[in-house]
């Protein structure tokens, strides 16, 4: 599990842009920020599912998606580039700690700041939420995930090992 830094100055994205028209550094396309909706569940998984390091289940069925973003309304954002869906992060809470899942930036818009916007939205949903501290996800396997995570200022947690069971056996 990789933890957000202690310290953290939440902005709008890369040099301070306005979080709802984010500009790209290297393409010079205009990028739109808005929370994830269940109209945008079938471009979020095909996005997901062409994405390296990010593990679907029926956990991401589309009733259980539309459960989680009406559990944790507006802190899902998808990021769209003329009208298509290039960007998409799962961001909720269980009312302690935040949590995100799935980021996941479309291979001919990364690296232009938009994976961090979105982590950026979702971090300032979940200030306005009251929480403090947010955590992710990484799969051991996804070195490309866990430097850019890295990169943006999240620490490993190396003290915790997560275990799971199916809660129906």
Same mark, same amino acid.
């Given at each position: ?51 390296? /390091?990010?593990? =679907?289940?029926?956990? #991401?069925? *589309? ?5 989680? @973003?009406? &559990?944790? +309304? ?12 290039? /960007?998409?992060? =799962?961001?909720?809470? #269980?009312? *302690? ?5 799935? @980021?996941? &930036?479309? +291979? ?62």
């Amino acid at each position: 599990m990789i933890r957000a830094p202690r310290s953290r100055t939440l902005h709008a994205g890369p040099a301070g842009l306005d979080p709802s028209r984010l500009s790209s550094y290297t393409t010079g396309m205009q990028y739109v920020l808005r929370p994830f909706t269940m109209n945008d569940y079938d471009a979020a998984v095909a996005l997901w599912k062409t994405a390296d /390091g990010i593990g =679907l289940s029926e956990a #991401d069925s *589309r009733g259980n998606i539309a459960r989680y @973003l009406s &559990v944790n +309304p507006g802190m899902s954002h998808v990021a769209e580039a003329d009208g298509v869906i290039v /960007g998409a992060v =799962l961001c909720g809470t #269980d009312g *302690r700690r935040g949590f995100l899942h799935h @980021l996941a &930036v479309a +291979p001919a818009h990364r690296r232009t700041g938009m994976g961090r916007a979105l982590v950026d939205k979702c971090l300032e949903s979940l200030a306005a939420a009251g929480m403090r501290k947010c955590h992710i996800f990484v799969l051991a396997d996804n070195t490309a995930g866990q430097r850019f995570w890295s990169k943006i200022g999240w620490e490993e947690r190396t003290t915790l090992k997560v275990m799971s069971r199916d809660v129906v056996r």
